[in-house]
């Protein structure tokens, strides 16, 4: 991979708008998948599992999971 492939990486990464998390596709997936996707990070969002413990990231797991569908 060259160098300029690098900026258009970051681009795509600096310009996606993070996920609507309160769409009935996250609202159907169990606890465990929110905590893999925030411990590994996908696509172009950033993995979390070097900035926040086990627990906090269960934690966030369970935030999303809290929250309600785009109807309230
Ligand atoms: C603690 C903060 C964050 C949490 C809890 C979180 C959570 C999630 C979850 C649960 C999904 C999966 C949605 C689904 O397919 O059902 C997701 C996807 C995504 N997130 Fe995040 N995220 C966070 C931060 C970010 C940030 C900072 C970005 C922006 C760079 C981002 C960008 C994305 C994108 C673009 C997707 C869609 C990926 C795809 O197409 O599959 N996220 N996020």
Not at 59 to 69: D, E, I, T
């Amino acid at each position: 991979m060259g160098r300029s492939d690098w900026g258009t990486a970051r681009s795509a990464a600096i310009w996606s708008s993070p996920f609507n998390l309160q769409a009935d596709q996250t609202r159907r997936r169990p606890a465990k998948e929110i905590y893999e996707i925030v411990t590994d990070g996908r696509i172009v969002m950033p993995a979390f599992k070097g900035v926040l413990s086990a627990e906090e990231r269960w934690a966030v797991a369970y935030f999303v999971k809290s929250f309600g569908g785009d109807q309230g």
